[in-house]
């Protein structure tokens, strides 16, 4: 799974929500300009994600973030929790606790609450076990992405919604799969297109479609350098 949280980036930071969304988090820090303090953490933080690398920065720039925008610095600290979890990266005692207040603080939040919702959701899924709390989460944050015309929030919801569905309805699951990797390629999100084209191709029976989509994605994966995703290739 992946995320972008680029919704608050405009006007001079466009250059750099063009650059983070292509997974190319360097050059989009570099674009910044000094002030950004918002833009630099989710940046570094969805960076963090990709690479599982760079935890201390993440930390750090959410730390800088906190006084202006503790909603949003507390969002993306709960990212950085959920990230130490899932992979193991020398989680801490209080991750899971603090990344659930964290999300469930956003749900409040107008920027926030279709992605937070989505986050809780994943915290269910693939933390306490709990596809049917998942699955409510994930209902949900469908339909705030709708809501707010927001396609990369979908294509998050309907790729883990096509996870669960194709073990019951295959043919509905792989159609939910391919929406999240077709709105994922149109917005130009280079990392998620690549694990879209991952978990598709695993939900594939084997052939030339299973093998190009793979092929994509180790190419998107070691030029971006997607540790997890290399790991998963």
Do not use: C
């Amino acid at each position: 799974m992946t995320t972008d949280t680029t919704y608050m980036m405009d006007g001079g930071t466009s250059v750099a929500r063009m650059l983070h969304r292509m997974g190319r988090w360097d050059d989009a820090l570099a674009a910044l300009p000094a002030d950004a303090v918002a833009q630099r953490a989710e940046i570094v933080v969805d960076r963090f994600w990709w690479r599982l690398a760079g935890g201390t920065e993440a930390e750090e720039a959410v730390s800088a973030l906190l006084p202006s925008d503790p909603v949003l610095a507390g969002y993306l600290d709960a990212q950085v929790r959920y990230t130490r979890l899932l992979f193991d990266l020398g989680p801490l005692s209080d991750d899971l606790r603090r990344a659930r207040e964290g999300f469930t603080a956003a749900t409040v939040d107008a920027r926030l609450a279709g992605w937070a919702v989505f986050w809780l959701g994943v915290l269910a899924d693939n933390i306490d076990k709990d596809p049917d709390t998942a699955g409510s989460a994930y209902q949900r944050a469908l339909g705030q992405a709708r809501e707010r015309g927001d396609a990369l929030l979908e294509s998050y919801v309907v790729r883990h919604l096509g996870a669960h569905l194709v073990e019951q309805d295959r043919e509905q699951g792989l159609a939910q799969l391919r929406w999240s990797y077709h709105l994922r390629a149109s917005l130009g999100a280079r990392p998620q297109t690549a694990a879209a084209a991952l978990t598709l191709a695993g939900r594939l029976e084997p052939g030339a479609e299973a093998d190009q989509l793979r092929e994509a994605a180790g190419l998107t994966a070691r030029e971006l350098d997607l540790t997890w995703l290399l790991r998963a290739l």
